[in-house]
């Protein structure tokens, strides 16, 4: 399975700025798509930011517009930039594979631990 860690989370005020990174263990990006997943207490997980393998990007109508997803195949990393960061936005945030490729078999992953991300007023 397919490892990942997630870091560069952190406490801001709103309106400020975080890049958040998640190391891959395997080359997937041209086979699996990717995306950002927030969770909030008492809520599930759901997507935010995704980029696909041939590179097609979508986000949440919440963060369009301040928020970025890449990835560096070279260092098989995903990043999210996020900025003018809003209160809504805190949660812990995981990468993961969206649908549908989280159901094949060469795509599936372990979930990390997720770096949280506060932002105050």
């Known amino acids: 399975q397919v490892q990942v860690v997630e870091s560069g989370g952190g406490s801001v005020q709103a309106g400020g700025s975080l890049k958040l990174s998640c190391i891959v263990s395997?080359?997937?990006?041209?086979?699996?798509?990717m995306g950002w997943w927030r969770q909030v207490p008492g809520k599930g997980r759901a997507v935010v930011a995704s980029i696909s393998p041939d590179g097609t990007t979508n986000y949440d109508e919440s963060v369009k517009d301040r928020f970025k997803i890449s990835e560096d195949n070279v260092k098989r990393t995903l990043f999210l930039e996020m900025n003018k960061l809003k209160t809504e936005d805190t949660g812990a945030y995981y990468c993961?594979?969206?649908?549908?490729?989280?159901?094949?078999?060469?795509?599936?992953?372990?979930w990390g631990q997720g770096t949280q991300v506060t932002v105050s007023s």
């Open positions: 395997q080359n997937i990006f041209n086979t699996c798509g």
């Open positions: 993961a594979m969206i649908p549908p490729w989280y159901t094949m078999p060469e795509c599936l992953l372990s």
